[in-house]
């Protein structure tokens, strides 16, 4: 007796002429046009399911990987001939995506220009202000950029997929004495906050600080030597750093969570936390080849917040390049206030007194934005 053939999915008896065959599996001509396409480039026959590309157009997968790509800023499928790049990056983008990236004043997510370096010293402090509530529209955008790129470029604005309704603001790498004696933050701040953004009351908003690696140490082992103590303290005094970070322990073990790896010796410290290999949404980023991020703190547009801030992380990195290992793991938080110049930083001062972290004094704290 002759064996039937059946089609593998809906079952139905076939003659020999109506089989069709692919991959090993026999299907009737209907099934065959449910469960297979064929690549619109070179005509290989393909399970559905392993089909690249859109509803236009259907790739295999090495058409789609040597003739194609995607948009990096809608997604949409383009040729490679048909790519546009944009001069500060090297990913792709449509026609139309390209052409409102070349008008916007709020760039791409991935926009990345060589970095200009402001003011005279070893530690540079590149930050990155998320603001949110008040459009991420271009105009707004320019508004801030008028101020601050008079004469010279010093701030750039970027679309951030974990804001809602603004944009993120990133400086070029500049000293903490230009930051607070050069750079117009006040007048931005004030800026802002009149075309409604807010940054401290959002849900959305963090205050990032990236310091280049090159202020700790001559070689990247005396470097990783310093920026050890740096993660040391903050694992240590995590507690302090909460309250000073305004943000939430849920929301910090969100965005920058802690490493959990607190040992008496500086060192071990460190070594444990990049065992964990947590990557870069903690509180002490060490991803970056150039800088170290400090992603613990929530965003502001108040200005003495924002420079109180500042301060912190400048007294941290200092301690971390000029105390051994031995004098930082012995120093408690209450030194490490008391060690803080009160003229040079005083509205760190007062920041630390608002928020109960300054040996007991308090002062009134003020709303922040």
């Not at 593998?8 to 002429?17: M, Q």
């Not at 949110?132 to 790129?149: F, P, V």
């Not at 679309?159 to 930051?179: C, N, R, W």
């Not at 607070?180 to 990032?208: Q, V």
């Amino acid at each position: 007796m002759e064996e039937k053939i059946t089609c593998a999915f809906c079952g139905a008896v076939l003659a020999e002429d109506e089989a069709n065959y692919f991959d090993d599996t026999v299907m009737c001509q209907d099934c065959m046009d449910e469960q297979t396409a064929t690549c619109d480039c070179c005509g290989e026959r393909l399970w559905n399911e392993d089909a690249e590309g859109n509803s236009d157009i259907t790739l295999c997968s090495h058409c789609y990987e040597y003739s194609y790509t995607n948009c990096e800023n809608c997604g949409r499928l383009i040729h490679n001939d048909d790519a546009y790049y944009d001069d500060d990056s090297d990913y792709p983008y449509c026609h139309e995506c390209y052409e409102k990236l070349q008008e916007s004043s709020i760039k791409a997510y991935n926009y990345k220009p060589e970095p200009i370096f402001y003011g005279s010293g070893s530690l540079y402090f590149g930050i990155e202000l998320e603001i949110d509530c008040g459009l991420e529209n271009s105009a707004n955008a320019e508004r801030l950029l008028q101020i601050a790129n008079f004469p010279n470029e010093r701030i750039y604005c970027k679309h951030d997929g974990s804001i809602d309704d603004g944009f993120e603001i990133v400086t070029h790498p500049m000293t903490m004495d230009y930051h607070i004696n050069e750079m117009p933050w006040l007048k931005i701040m004030e800026t802002a906050l009149s075309m409604d953004y807010r940054s401290h009351n959002t849900s959305t908003c963090g205050l990032h600080l990236h310091v280049n690696r090159s202020a700790f140490g001559k070689n990247t082992d005396e470097q990783e030597i310093a920026i050890a103590r740096i993660v040391h303290f903050v694992e240590k005094h995590w507690n302090e750093m909460v309250k000073a970070s305004r943000r939430t322990e849920t929301n910090l073990s969100r965005w920058a969570s802690r490493y959990c790896t607190i040992s008496p010796e500086v060192q071990e410290t460190f070594r444990k936390a990049k065992d964990k290999r947590l990557g870069r949404y903690v509180a002490v980023n060490l991803e970056n080849y150039s800088t170290i991020e400090f992603r613990l703190f929530r965003g502001t547009l108040r200005y003495k917040t924002f420079i109180a801030t500042l301060q912190l992380v400048d007294e941290i990195c200092n301690l971390a390049i000029n105390l051994s290992d031995k004098e930082l793991e012995g120093m408690s938080w209450s030194d490490f206030v008391l060690g803080i110049n009160k003229e040079k930083k005083a509205e760190l001062i007062e920041y630390l007194k608002s928020k109960q972290l300054y040996v007991n004094e308090t002062v009134a704290e003020t709303e922040e934005m």
